[in-house]
């Protein structure tokens, strides 16, 4: 079939919106139609260049939502007409990984989904003959995009797509950081740097767990005001000595959890300084630069302060993703906020101008 689809043709430059083939899908796979998109962060990672395993040509995107279409041979977990978030990390339910409370990192088809292809190791996107390779396993700045069964969340139709494709990426990313990784216990002190997506989804975590203090720290006032409506306690404005005031501001000892969002390894440090002696624990979700490495001062480490990294929040993605979905229809996690303009397919590179002039916290593409 015939879809419109954002390529990524070389790096450092606009994508370009045009008309590529989609192969039907083959067996453990389903065809999807995108009804919306979120514009991430590391989709204008990856277009920039600056992520050293990037490829290309490409469609990029990976934070989608639609309505499955058509499935291949074999597939019973999504049919025609059920509603599904994308999933850049998948869960087969049955490698090691899966099975294990302790991470959410599906080995079933990662070696290919980093090369850029499908579980067999080739595409369904083609152009003039020339394939075209899948982004994130996912692909989702297109019209319609085949993925892999066990890379779909399914979700209950009640839940509207324009806001159900964050949980795709940034928001079940901040939410699980702080729900999965860090297991925010009721009554903690918790900080978290950085008011995008990511960490406001953080900071709606934290208060979902209980915490009695949650702390922002970030840049832009309108952020902090935003991190105030998703439960932040205190706001600070991020600056050279923000270390220092996060340990007046708990008695002098720093906070049971910190969370950095910002892909700054300077913020990463802060993050890790200003966590509790004893038992601080500070959670890196941030991607940082091709190169970049965390300088720590290893007395902080030696006093009892412990770094954990969080992919995509360890959020299992076909179990958890739904709850999220459920929590937001109850009111528990306010969405709306979250998405500050709407674009259409064409108007693509707009999205990744307003990122980087931190107009808003997340473009979403509408479809159709």
């Given at each position: 079939?015939?879809i419109?689809?954002?390529?990524?043709?070389q790096?450092?430059?606009?994508?370009?919106?045009?008309?590529?083939?989609l192969?039907?899908?083959?067996?453990?796979?389903?065809?999807?139609?995108?009804?919306?998109?979120?514009?991430?962060?590391?989709?204008?990672y990856?277009?920039?260049?600056?992520?050293?395993?990037?490829y290309?040509?490409?469609v990029?995107?990976?934070?989608?939502?639609?309505?499955?279409?058509?499935?291949?041979?074999?597939?019973?977990?999504?049919?025609p007409?059920?509603?599904?978030?994308?999933?850049?990390?998948?869960?087969?339910?049955?490698?090691?990984?899966?099975?294990?409370?302790?991470?959410?990192?599906?080995?079933?088809?990662?070696?290919?989904?980093?090369?850029?292809?499908?579980?067999?190791?080739?595409?369904?996107?083609?152009?003039?003959?020339?394939?075209?390779?899948?982004?994130?396993?996912?692909?989702?700045?297109?019209?319609?995009?085949?993925?892999?069964?066990?890379?779909?969340?399914?979700?209950?139709?009640?839940a509207?797509?324009?806001?159900?494709?964050?949980?795709?990426?940034?928001?079940?990313?901040?939410?699980?950081?702080?729900?999965?990784?860090?297991?925010?216990?009721?009554?903690?002190?918790?900080?978290?740097?950085?008011?995008?997506m990511?960490?406001?989804?953080?900071?709606?975590?934290?208060?979902?767990?209980?915490?009695?203090?949650?702390?922002?720290?970030?840049?832009?006032?309108?952020?902090?005001?935003?991190?105030?409506?998703?439960?932040?306690?205190?706001?600070?404005?991020?600056?050279?000595?923000?270390?220092?005031?996060?340990?007046?501001?708990?008695?002098?000892?720093?906070?049971?959890?910190?969370?950095?969002?910002?892909?700054?390894?300077?913020?990463?440090?802060?993050?890790?300084?200003?966590?509790?002696?004893?038992?601080?624990?500070?959670?890196?979700?941030?991607?940082?630069?091709?190169?970049?490495?965390?300088?720590?001062?290893?007395?902080?480490?030696?006093?009892?302060?412990?770094?954990?990294?969080?992919?995509?929040?360890?959020?299992?993605g076909?179990?958890?993703?739904?709850?999220?979905?459920?929590?937001?229809?109850?009111?528990?996690?306010?969405?709306?906020?979250?998405?500050?303009?709407?674009?259409?397919?064409?108007?693509?590179?707009?999205?990744?101008?307003?990122?980087?002039?931190?107009?808003?916290?997340?473009?979403?593409?509408?479809?159709?």
């Open positions: 079939m015939k419109r689809a954002a390529v990524l043709e790096f450092g430059a606009p994508l370009a919106v045009q008309e590529l083939d192969a039907e899908p083959r067996a453990g796979e389903a065809l999807v139609r995108l009804v919306a998109c979120g514009v991430c962060h590391t989709d204008l990856t277009a920039s260049g600056a992520d050293h395993s990037g290309a040509p490409t990029l995107g990976h934070e989608g939502a639609g309505i499955v279409e058509r499935v291949g041979h074999g597939v019973t977990s999504v049919a007409g059920d509603h599904v978030v994308t999933l850049f990390s998948p869960q087969c339910r049955e490698c090691v990984h899966c099975r294990d409370t302790r991470t959410n990192l599906c080995l079933a088809i990662r070696e290919q989904q980093n090369l850029g292809y499908l579980p067999d190791g080739t595409t369904r996107l083609s152009r003039d003959g020339e394939r075209i390779r899948h982004f994130m396993g996912t692909s989702t700045f297109a019209e319609y995009t085949v993925m892999p069964e066990i890379a779909l969340a399914k979700i209950t139709r009640d509207p797509l324009d806001r159900a494709c964050l949980f795709a990426c940034g928001l079940s990313t901040g939410l699980g950081a702080a729900i999965n990784t860090a297991k925010v216990e009721a009554g903690a002190t918790c900080v978290v740097f950085g008011a995008g990511v960490g406001l989804g953080a900071v709606a975590g934290c208060r979902l767990q209980g915490a009695e203090r949650i702390v922002c720290v970030d840049l832009s006032s309108e952020r902090l005001e935003l991190a105030r409506g998703q439960g932040a306690t205190h706001t600070l404005h991020a600056d050279d000595d923000v270390v220092e005031q996060i340990v007046e501001l708990t008695d002098g000892f720093g906070a049971d959890y910190t969370f950095e969002a910002t892909g700054n390894v300077r913020v990463m440090r802060q993050a890790v300084e200003s966590a509790r002696m004893g038992w601080g624990l500070a959670t890196v979700c941030g991607v940082a630069g091709r190169g970049e490495t965390l300088d720590v001062v290893p007395r902080f480490l030696i006093t009892g302060r412990r770094v954990a990294g969080s992919s995509f929040g360890g959020v299992k076909r179990d958890q993703v739904p709850e999220f979905v459920e929590r937001a229809l109850a009111g528990d996690i306010d969405v709306d906020p979250f998405v500050s303009h709407k674009l259409t397919l064409d108007e693509v590179n707009r999205g990744f101008e307003l990122m980087e002039a931190q107009d808003g916290i997340r473009s979403v593409i509408a479809f159709g």
